[in-house]
């Protein structure tokens, strides 16, 4: 469990600085709107394929506000 949260931890580090650096806001904004997004649920589904998506396919399903 232990590696599946640091895991988890990962992806959302990789996904906040993407937001921050695409969307040119503060890491703390961009922390609030990713896990107030609807990505967040899925990322932290370790049933979903979602969560073993690369991070480059995570930001676009970010930006484009659905699963692509």
């Given at each position: 469990r232990r590696q599946?949260?640091?895991c988890i931890r990962d992806r959302y580090k990789r996904l906040i600085k993407q937001v921050?650096?695409?969307k040119q806001i503060?890491?703390?904004d961009a922390?609030?709107?990713v896990y107030?997004?609807?990505l967040s649920a899925k990322?932290?589904?370790y049933n979903s394929s979602l969560y073993y998506e690369?991070?480059?396919y995570l930001?676009?399903?970010y930006l484009e506000n659905t699963i692509l």
């Open positions: 599946r949260q640091m921050a650096q695409e503060g890491i703390v922390l609030i709107k107030n997004s609807f990322i932290d589904d690369n991070p480059s930001l676009e399903c």
